[in-house]
Structures are given as structure tokens and as C-alpha cells.
């Protein structure tokens, strides 16, 4: 471990590489420049980071070309402390706290195995919160199973490059994932059994 790892408190490497490197030097320097990072993120570990994520009120990379998001600060940070994977698995279901969740999923993606992205992630692709992003063209809305579909799915989220996964079919042809249910066909079957049930209703008035 060099100096600069164990002044940052860097536990190991991440995909066999460095964990600062999993996002662009550009970022990299742009977030310790940063006003927030000086400030509020420095001085963080596992517990204080979680109380500074619960005040998250949107997601995203960059904004006015060269502005860090307070988000993609704390994702940086997580990334240097690493906390162990289950404070990873309480983060990502406190559900009070839909940016901390958000935050947890992009660390997932970020650090985890493929088939643990799918796994741990698809679950979420029910999750129709809405969720504001803050980028270039300032604030829009989102929503979480876009998010994570983005973050199975993209080589990019939050203007950062994600470390390349087997897709799922190819982890599903090699037998390391179930073939997924189809969210559609379920909601489908719902509604002809709704229907039904409604047609019944309509005959005994």
C-alpha cells in the first residue's frame, strides 16, 4: 500500500485496481478540489457517511461543466473508506432514505461481481420512485427502476464509466443467473385476473 492509499485509507484494490481509478482522473481532481469534499467529506467514515447520504436530495455526476455533485462526492468516498458489505446491504435498504439507496447501488455497481449486480439490483427494477438528477443542463426527474436499469444496462451513469459485467444472458448461459421473470407478463396476468374478477361483478348487478 503506497502513502498516498494510507493517508486516504484505502483497505485494497477493487477489480484488481486502485479504488480512486474506478472513476477518471478529471473527476477525481475536480471532487478534491471541491468546496463540499473540503468540508463535509473528508472527516467521514462508514456511520457519519450514511448520516451525510440521508441529506441527499438528488443524484449525478457533474453540473455546470465542472462542478462534482455532492453524490458523486460521497460514491468517491465510499469508494476509499470500503465499508464492509453489510453497512453496503443496510445502506441500500433504508428506505426512508431513497438517495442513500441510490448511492448504495451505484457502490454495488461499481465494486461488486456481475452476477451480485444482477442479483442484488434487478429487485429494485419494481421500484417506481421518482428521483431527481442534477447534470449539465440542470435538475430533471428519473426514476429508480431507470436508474437501475441504467446501471445493469450503461457504460455511463453519473459521468462515470462503469466497470464492464458479463450481460445477463451470457451470465444466464453459463448458469450463474435463473432466467429473470417478466415484470410485463406479471402485471398483465394481474390485470386479466382483475378484469375477471370485474366482468363477474358486472354480470351478478
Excluded at 29 to 44: A, D, G, M, N
Excluded at 123 to 144: A, E, H, I
Excluded at 154 to 169: N, Q
Aim: one cysteine or more.
Amino acid at each position: 500500500m503506497t502513502d498516498v492509499e494510507y493517508r486516504h485509507g484505502f483497505r485494497g484494490q477493487i477489480h484488481g485496481l486502485n479504488p480512486e481509478s474506478l472513476m477518471e482522473k478529471i473527476i477525481r481532481e475536480r471532487i478534491y478540489e471541491s468546496q463540499y469534499w473540503k468540508e463535509f467529506c473528508v472527516p467521514l467514515n462508514a456511520a457519519t457517511l450514511c448520516d451525510q447520504a440521508a441529506r441527499l436530495k438528488y443524484i449525478g455526476g457533474q453540473y455546470s461543466n465542472t462542478h462534482p455533485t455532492e453524490f458523486i462526492c460521497l460514491a468517491f468516498k465510499l469508494l476509499q473508506i470500503q465499508p464492509e458489505r453489510e453497512i453496503i446491504m443496510e445502506y441500500l435498504h433504508a428506505e426512508d432514505f431513497k438517495y442513500l439507496q441510490a448511492l448504495a447501488m451505484f457502490y454495488i455497481r461499481l465494486t461488486f461481481s456481475g452476477k451480485e449486480c444482477f442479483t442484488i439490483l434487478e429487485p429494485f427494477l419494481k421500484d417506481y420512485r421518482k428521483l431527481r438528477v442534477r447534470g449539465q443542463q440542470g435538475f430533471s426527474l428519473t426514476y429508480m427502476d431507470e436508474y437501475v436499469d441504467g446501471l445493469l444496462r450503461e457504460e455511463r451513469v453519473c459521468d462515470v464509466a462503469l466497470p464492464r459485467i458479463p450481460t445477463r444472458f451470457a451470465l444466464e448461459e453459463t448458469d450463474e443467473l435463473e432466467p429473470r421473470e417478466n415484470l410485463l407478463g406479471s402485471e398483465i396476468d394481474s390485470d386479466e385476473d382483475g378484469k375477471v374478477e370485474g366482468s363477474d361483478s358486472d354480470d351478478s348487478d
